[in-house]
């Protein structure tokens, strides 16, 4: 229920013109938006907004308005969380109050830049974080449509039923980001409804947040504050699951100049992906042993094509994000990465490019794949040494208990 996330998620389809997705499956109307936009920005080319697609022929000019409409509401709707939040320490991501359309430039870092894009129909000078009446209005009955989606809360259930931050399994610990570390090597902290949390903690109450704010999702009194948490770990400096010290979509739209562009990322990545050394921190914070243990993450795209290898930190830890997207297939050089782990041990697969379904019809091109064998058990494991054997051997042991309790006539069995 939170409306920067409805915002940032339409605004990303969009762009990737996967509308299709929102209004197609989920049954999302976008007609309230479309409407506003070819209203407010009829006169505007909106040439910052373009969408990124191959199909061109597709683009229109009422989608590249819906794009910047959406983008103006995401702006504001993230400023307002961050001016009642300010133990999120984003300040720096005020841009909106930063702007002088008379001079047609926003100061960021104290540098004044000259804006790409110098159209604002709706910004007020004098309160730059308020949404307009019809804005409002907009982003209120998105909110609802997502809300009511029987499909979408279908999905998200699911995902909140089977999903955690985290998941340690088989001596594996697999996440998605990163376990956020200062530049010195120790565990980031930062503070969750008043109170200051670290490493494995940090991960454990982020998820109690997010539980609770998705069981609260109805409640609007209660909503704005808890959601406002999900809205930090897709974007906030100290998130497990974002891993940069911010994310710039303002300056990408706005700005010319790329060397603002660059989001920082956090130190984990460097110190991690290096050294073992922080790897075996990680797995003992997560009392798992680190002689036994890996890292399984995702997140990072892996740059193959540039040499970049998908094993880090001397074996310990396995980037495998999934590599799909075609978008990052340019900037990989393959399709991302599998692993499996078997009886056998340790085997990654890494996937070639794929074309497109029709190709893979009429060619009779399949996905291609590579598989590297990490490591190799000295003797096959068996079921018993996993996690699921451990309590397949726990229930068996209870079960064999039980009888033993009935045929002492220590319990009554059933007439």
């Known amino acids: 229920g939170n409306q920067a996330l409805v915002a940032n998620v339409i605004r990303i389809s ?50 590249v308005q ?32 930063k702007i002088d359309l008379k001079k047609g430039i926003v100061l960021i870092d104290g540098v004044e830049y000259p804006l790409l894009d110098a159209h604002f129909p709706t910004l007020d000078p004098k309160n730059p974080f308020a949404l307009s009446a019809e804005e409002k209005d907009v ?3 998105l909110t609802k449509n997502f809300k009511n989606s029987k499909r979408l809360q279908r999905h998200v259930d699911f995902l909140f039923s089977n999903g955690s931050m985290y998941l340690a399994y088989n001596s594996n610990l697999l996440y ?46 209660a909503v704005e504050n808890t959601s406002d948490y999900m809205w930090y770990l897709w974007c906030g400096a100290v998130s ?52 036994h243990s890996h890292i399984v993450n995702g997140h990072v795209p892996v740059k193959a094509k540039k040499g970049e290898s998908p094993i880090k930190a001397n074996g310990k830890l396995f980037v495998i994000d999934g590599g799909m997207s075609i978008p990052y297939q340019s ?22 490019h794929f074309d497109s379904k029709n190709m893979a019809i009429v060619e009779e091109k399949d996905i291609i794949s590579d598989r590297i064998f990490i490591e190799t058990n000295a003797a096959r494991k068996r079921v018993r040494d996993t996690d699921i054997g451990k309590k397949l051997q726990v229930q068996i042991h209870d079960l064999s208990m039980l009888l033993t309790a009935y045929r002492k006539g220590l319990i009554k069995g059933r007439s």
Not at 38 to 50: A, G, V
Not at 66 to 78: D, G, N, R, T, V
Request: aromatic letters at 12%; glycine letters at 4%.
């Open 14 to 63: 969009l762009r990737y013109q996967n509308l299709d997705t929102l209004e197609d499956a989920y049954g999302i109307n976008m007609l309230p938006l479309a409407t506003f936009a070819m209203k407010q920005y009829q006169n505007d080319p909106c040439d910052q907004f373009k969408l990124k697609s191959d199909d061109l022929a597709k683009e229109n000019k009422m989608l």
């Open 66 to 97: 819906m794009h910047k409409a959406i983008s103006i509401i995401q702006f504001k709707l993230e400023s307002q969380i961050i001016k009642r939040s300010p133990h999120f320490n984003m300040d720096d991501r005020l841009l909106l109050d």
């Open 139 to 141: 982003i209120e009955k």
């Open 176 to 221: 998605h980001g990163c376990i956020p570390l200062t530049e010195k090597g120790s565990f980031e902290s930062f503070e969750i409804e008043g109170k200051p949390y670290k490493g494995k903690a940090l991960c454990d109450h982020f998820e109690r947040v997010a539980r609770k704010a998705y069981a609260r999702r109805f409640d609007h009194k």
């Open 240 to 291: 497990p699951l974002f891993g940069k010290m911010k994310m710039t979509t303002f300056e990408r739209y706005f700005v010319g100049d790329k060397s603002i562009h660059k989001e920082k990322r956090n130190p984990y990545y460097d110190l991690v992906y290096d050294n073992e050394k922080y790897c075996d921190k990680i797995l003992k914070e997560f009392d798992l042993n680190p002689k």
């Open 331 to 352: 900037v990989t050089g393959v399709s991302g990465y599998t692993l499996i782990y078997n009886s056998y041990g340790l085997v990654l697969v890494e996937h070639k």
